[in-house]
């Protein structure tokens, strides 16, 4: 079955860096776009970025743009979230989510639910001095 498993979260100072990882497995990874996607306290989920089935066309949210970057290794099986310059408005629960399609119909499919059938778990990311 499909699993998606985020890791690498954790406490970071603002300013920092913290590197996410999300391994996926029980479907054809190379074939599906990916985004991040997080939670904070008490808040609803937010699209943070996305990355076509092939890794050349990458998308960020505004808030997040210029500071966190997305990657995937195909061959791993793994979509990456670099984030640089934290600020503690990034404190959230990361999500990993898979796309039904390798790339978004339009920019604004990535915030839209029905777009994904499959996320994972999280990773917690705290940003605090």
Known sequence: ???????????????????????????????????????????????VSGITDDGDDTYYADSVKGRFTISRDNAKNTVYLQMNSLKPEDTALYVCRKMLRSFPTSTTSWRNAYEYDHWGQGTQVTVSS
Request: proline share 6%; with cysteine; net charge positive.
């Open 1 to 47: 079955q499909v699993q998606l498993v985020e890791s690498g979260g954790g406490l970071a100072q603002p300013g920092g860096s913290l590197r996410l990882s999300c391994a996926a497995s029980g479907f054809s990874f190379s074939n599906y776009a990916m985004s991040w996607s997080r939670q904070p306290p008490g808040k609803g989920l937010e699209w």
